[in-house]
């Protein structure tokens, strides 16, 4: 490894789950997410990948883009509290998934899971495709944030990723720096 990659993530766009504080599903864009979505321009010359779910590939289609479903790039499981509302959880359950990044009260993958899934799929990364697009999750995001810049995933909770941002990170040889 001793290319350039840039990779440039793209949080899918706003779904009913995201407006109400719910756990998220597999549920579709919202009116307001698809709205938003056609107005954002995307680096066309890019390899083209998303998520599997149908958040991902709809804002990855409204985009313009003809995206390979990357299934390392699958949003965080929630376990059993997919579809559940924050006020729905139990409030002890929700404080240990909250402050402790190896636990996963809900039955699902914890944190730390997550950036290992995330770390490991930023390694596989190789300089034959040195600039990739691909739509995603916020928790997934931010546990590549978190992976590039070898930070604890203590702090996955202070990155607060908005619907449709775009996060750059760039690697040369073995080191991933973050754009901003």
């Given at each position: 490894?001793?290319?350039?990659?840039?990779?440039t993530l793209v949080?899918?766009?706003?779904?009913?789950?995201?407006?109400?504080?719910?756990?998220?599903?597999?549920?579709?864009?919202?009116?307001?997410?698809?709205?938003?979505?056609?107005?954002?321009?995307?680096?066309?010359?890019?390899?083209?990948?998303?998520?599997?779910?149908?958040?991902?590939?709809?804002?990855?289609?409204?985009?313009?883009?003809?995206?390979?479903?990357?299934?390392?790039?699958?949003?965080?499981?929630?376990?059993?509290?997919?579809?559940?509302?924050?006020?729905?959880?139990?409030?002890?359950?929700?404080?240990?998934?909250?402050?402790?990044?190896?636990?996963?009260?809900?039955?699902?993958?914890?944190?730390?899971?997550?950036?290992?899934?995330?770390?490991?799929?930023?390694?596989?990364?190789?300089?034959?495709?040195?600039?990739?697009?691909?739509?995603?999750?916020?928790?997934?995001?931010?546990?590549?944030?978190?992976?590039?810049?070898?930070?604890?995933?203590?702090?996955?909770?202070?990155?607060?990723?908005?619907?449709?941002?775009?996060?750059?990170?760039?690697?040369?040889?073995?080191?991933?720096?973050?754009?901003?």
């Amino acid at each position: 490894m001793t290319g350039v990659v840039r990779l440039t993530l793209v949080s899918h766009a706003m779904t009913d789950a995201m407006a109400v504080a719910r756990f998220p599903a597999d549920e579709p864009l919202n009116d307001i997410g698809r709205r938003q979505a056609v107005r954002l321009e995307t680096n066309s010359d890019a390899s083209q990948l998303a998520g599997p779910e149908q958040r991902t590939r709809q804002t990855a289609d409204l985009l313009g883009l003809d995206a390979t479903t990357e299934p390392k790039l699958a949003d965080l499981d929630y376990g059993r509290w997919r579809g559940e509302t924050l006020q729905s959880v139990p409030p002890a359950d929700l404080n240990v998934w909250l402050t402790d990044p190896g636990r996963a009260p809900h039955g699902g993958e914890s944190i730390v899971d997550l950036i290992e899934r995330v770390a490991a799929w930023l390694a596989s990364l190789t300089d034959d495709t040195p600039q990739t697009v691909a739509v995603t999750h916020p928790a997934v995001v931010r546990a590549a944030i978190l992976a590039a810049v070898d930070a604890s995933p203590n702090t996955f909770w202070r990155i607060d990723i908005k619907p449709l941002s775009r996060t750059v990170l760039h690697r040369r040889g073995a080191a991933w720096t973050l754009r901003i």
